[in-house]
């Protein structure tokens, strides 16, 4: 564990520098007083400012305290007072900087309760004079925290706490140490966290500071903390495949062994055998550090208290156990029932394991059965540190939300949360623009033993996607929607003043008509003199002040009345910034009918241009361009969506079909040189180039939607379409054997490709230099296994025979396989399988009907099997007989002639009342001069 790196002492602190490493200082609440108090800290928080103009711009909120003290602070740098040098001055500043960081983190996040008031601390004294003055100071605040239309939560405790950390980390932050990059970072991810929504802005901001910080030499300690730090911030951005690759590495860099495997045990009461449960199995690489830890302690963990699941799996004897073979042998030595205690850093990697499963597919039941395993382990001695075990008790909550037998503890753990986080946040402060009332609760309160010190919630804070209070009491009324507790959701909303989810919890439930008033009522002014009347209808003017989440209201209300004018004003209002109002006014284009697609990818294009970042944006536009035949502009839009995400499986479907539709390119053809010579060279022009191109992004959504059969079935028509023997034969082979399996049970012989089994089998024939690809036997030449003909031969022996029921056509193909594998019995039998299917799906038609389409095909299916398959392969030396020493071969079939005369006869003999006279007749009796040899 890093040692701190600031002084023990206060006069300390303004000697001497911080020591340049990533995250090394941690804070407790004995110096964060002090560092306040510091004449440095009085200089820049306005303490001292003698500017009456400015300290009363200031209090009326006409002037912005962040960009107050940012100014202050550039000023200092560039003047340092008396007695500090240069590098003095920048250390101070960041110790205030971080202490205000640390404290809002305290009084917002973690707890527990802060022991000094924040404004008296921070705020000089005439702009917290009086209630009014100090609410009208956190409110400006709190606006000014808005970046590109996305409001932070009005009632952000403690804002000027924040809003000192932002200006002195961030806007005045020019210093180019290790920890300054950092402290930015953090500083700017928080912000982010408290908006609404992500932001274009705030996140080129992130990912600029994490690139700097990716340069710096870190030693192994600090290097997996960082690449966890930012595998949470990719999770919460969206970018699940980055946040795995960063725990993976992270993982190799800490030599953290774990692995979510199977291994027997029982989950109910009722069970008589073990069956495999999924678990991790997990073990730290540094076992003193994690045997440090002690017991676990945080928040109370909820018994399940259900009549039919155990409390935790028991799983079977470590002998009985099975383990997987890819096991390390240190996981394979671990008893599940007794793991090992891990590092902090460690536990904290499974959570964001957990996460970045989650964030993919939340909804989806595997996905759910594999997260509740990390969280397990970290409960069930994974770390002792209060706010991990905080973390793990709620991502436990979270899978456990939707099975009915866990639902309940579920609920009752995250309300069990929600008391605690409130409970260690609150405030003395009169002032605090905190909710009026109390949450309602169904659980006692917490008690002291279930409380830890500051400093040991905030040890390992960035290492966890942590949430606010106001969003964990959010994320609690979602859950009451959820299960149909409407009434306790509302009251949560209504109680956090926040307007907008309760109206859109309204909407949810069909009660449109409500939610359309709560909405107007932040925005305009009602029409009659009393705002109370619950007629009231708010159809007056605007209000002359918005409310900061103005932009976000105008489109609920847009969504709600299907009015474009409300998203256009949200747009406005935003100063242009607000890429939600673009992307909701493209769905109201889209849902009219018919679809103004013209106006939707306008507006697409205008979202976009604020955030370029939104996958499903691209994805939508592409979408749109698709259907307004912009096949090129479709391509870009999608390459730039699967650039984001390369998980989107239709995204890369929908590449390939613009793809193939976009007009192909002037072949430029490429110049290589003869190293050795210096001689130019022009290559070959691939002309299926594009096609090529398209093939990959089809196989890499089948890749990803393995079980869709569409997307295969587009494989197996896209790879076909280059001819031989450019053809990729062995795409074509898979697609289809794969379409086969999702719907040859249900679909049958009709989901083969004929035309395309077709080509494959013209090719096995006729095409192909076999030479070197075969090898003897006992019986001859066979085709080897793996090449390209022998698995042509594997799909059809495998696949496609045991499918066939009435497709005489596929017993065509078949009957040329087996001629061409010298198999002329089987050759024969594949034909006669041809003709009687013909024979019975045409005798109604033909011989009850007198249909003559069904007729002349069963007269050409005669003729085949006479001259194609008896005439030809009967008199022919039988595969199966061995040719003893003057003895005479067997043939296919010594009596031919008999079979194929009673097949001309059977068919004229049906046809008799019908066709006597036809051109089929005719050509029947001539077929049976031919056998007869008469």
């Known amino acids: 564990m890093a040692e701190p790196a600031y002084p023990a002492t206060l006069n300390g602190i303004s000697d001497a520098p911080l020591r340049d490493r990533y995250d090394p200082v941690r804070l407790t609440s004995d110096h964060i007083v002090p560092i306040l108090e510091l004449p440095l800290a ?95 100071v956190r409110a400006k605040i709190i606006r000014d925290l808005s970046v590109d239309g996305e409001a932070a939560y009005k009632l952000t405790p403690n804002s000027e706490l924040f809003s000192v950390a932002k200006a002195l980390l961030v806007n005045a932050n020019n210093e180019g140490s290790v920890l300054a990059k950092t402290a930015r970072v953090r500083v700017n991810f928080l912000h982010q966290k408290m908006l609404s929504e992500v932001t274009s802005t705030l996140q080129d901001e992130i990912y600029h500071g994490l690139e700097e910080l990716a340069k710096v030499e870190l030693d192994t300690e600090e290097k997996g903390r960082f690449l966890l730090e930012r595998a949470i911030i990719n999770t919460h951005h969206g970018f699940d495949g980055k946040a795995r690759a960063d725990l993976d590495q992270a993982s190799q860099v800490r030599n953290f062994e774990f692995a979510l495997t199977g291994k027997l045990g029982k989950r109910t009461k009722f069970q008589d055998r073990d069956i495999s449960q999924l678990v991790v199995v997990a073990k730290s690489a540094d076992i003193n550090s994690a045997a440090k830890s002690g017991e676990p302690s945080g928040p109370k963990n909820l018994d399940l208290n259900d009549d039919t699941l155990l409390e935790a799996i028991s799983f079977a004897d470590k002998k009985l156990t099975t383990v997987s073979d890819e096991l390390s042998p240190a996981l394979q030595s671990v008893d599940p029932n007794e793991q090992p205690i891990l590092d902090p850093v460690d536990s904290a990697i499974l959570l964001a394991m957990a996460s970045a499963i989650t964030n ?45 037998r866990t639902v309940e503890r579920s609920v009752l753990q995250m309300q069990a949360l929600v008391d605690q986080v409130i409970a260690d946040t609150a405030t003395d402060d009169s002032a605090a623009q905190q909710p009026s009332s109390d949450p309602t609760t169904f659980l006692p309160r917490p008690e002291k033993s279930e409380s830890a010190p500051a400093a040991d919630r905030m040890e390992y804070i960035w290492l966890m996607n942590f949430s606010t209070r106001w969003n964990l009491e959010a994320e609690l009324a979602k859950r009451w929607v959820e299960l149909g507790g409407l009434r306790t959701a509302l009251e949560i909303y209504e109680r956090l003043q926040m307007w907008a989810e309760a109206a859109l919890c309204y909407a949810a439930t069909e009660q449109e008509a409500k ?41 609920i209300l847009g969504d709600i009345e299907k009015d474009e004018k409300l998203y256009e004003r949200a747009w406005d209002i935003s100063g242009r910034r607000y890429a939600r109002a673009q992307r909701s006014l493209a769905r109201h284009y889209l849902a009219l009918t018919p679809p103004e697609l013209e106006k939707a990818e306008a507006a697409y294009r205008q979202g976009l241009h604020i955030n370029r970042l939104n996958q499903s944006s691209w994805f939508a536009l592409g979408c749109v361009q698709l259907e307004l035949q912009r096949y090129e502009d479709a391509a870009d839009s999608f390459t730039r969506t699967v650039q984001l995400d390369d998980t989107d499986a239709e995204a890369w479907s929908n590449l390939a079909v613009a793809m193939l539709r976009a007009p192909a390119p002037e072949p430029t053809p490429d110049v290589e040189v003869d190293e050795s010579t210096g001689e130019q060279k022009v290559k070959e022009v691939d002309p299926h180039k594009r ?185 022919m030396d039988h595969e199966d007989q061995k040719v003893k020493d003057g003895a005479e071969s067997a043939m296919v079939m010594r009596d031919w002639r008999f079979k194929a005369r009673s097949a001309v006869r059977g068919v004229m003999g049906k046809g008799k009342d019908f066709w006597e006279d036809s051109e089929g007749w005719d050509r029947l009796k001539e077929l049976q001069s031919e056998v007869t040899g008469n």
């Not at 969280?375 to 456990?400: K, M, P």
């Open 42 to 136: 009085r200089k820049v928080l306005g303490h001292d400012a003698s500017d009456s103009e400015v300290v009363a711009k200031l209090a009326s909120a006409e002037v912005s305290y962040t960009s107050f003290v940012a100014d202050q602070a550039r000023a200092v740098l560039e003047a340092p007072r008396e007695g500090l040098t240069s590098e003095q001055t920048q250390s101070q500043l960041l110790h205030i900087g971080l202490a205000a960081l640390f404290s809002f983190l305290q009084s917002n996040v973690t707890g527990p309760p802060l022991d000094f008031n924040s404004a008296e601390a921070v705020l000089p004294s005439s702009l917290r004079s009086d209630t009014a003055t100090l609410r009208a």
């Open 360 to 404: 993919t597919a939340p909804e989806n039941g595997l996905t759910r059965e594999e997260t509740q395993p990390y969280a397990t382990r970290v409960l069930e001695g994974g770390s002792s540190n209060w706010q991990i075990y905080t973390e793990a008790l709620l991502v436990r909550s979270r899978v456990e939300g939707f099975r009915s």
């Open 515 to 555: 939610a359309r008033t709560m909405v107007r009522r932040q925005l305009y002014e009602a029409k009659g003199p009393n705002e109370d009347d619950e007629n009231e209808q708010f159809e007056g003017p605007e209000r002359s002040t918005l409310p900061a989440d103005a932009p976000r209201l105008f489109c």
């Open 691 to 875: 096609t090529r191109e398209a093939l990959t992004a089809l196989l890499r959504a089948a890749q990803l939607k393995h079980s869709d059969a569409r997307i295969w079935d587009n494989v197996l028509t896209v790879a076909a379409t280059i001819p031989p023997p450019a053809t990729p034969f062995r795409d074509v082979i898979t697609a289809q054997k794969r379409v086969i399996e999702l719907l040859g049970e249900k679909k049958g012989e009709k989901c083969i490709d004929l035309p395309i089994l077709s080509m494959l089998i013209d090719f096995l024939v006729t095409a192909f230099e076999y030479e070197s690809l075969l090898i003897e036997s006992g019986d001859g030449p066979v085709v080897r296994t793996g090449t390209i003909p022998g698995q042509i031969i594997s799909l059809v022996d495998n696949n496609i025979v045991p499918l066939i029921t009435h497709s005489s056509a596929l017993w065509v193909l078949v009957s040329r396989v087996e001629m061409f594998r010298n198999r002329p019995s089987r050759a024969l039998d594949a034909h006669e399988k041809a003709w009687r299917a013909t024979v019975a799906a045409s005798a109604q038609g033909a011989f009850q009907m007198g249909d003559e389409k069904p007729w002349a095909a069963v007269v050409r299916a005669t003729e085949k099997l006479v001259r194609d398959g008896y005439a030809r392969y009967g008199p």
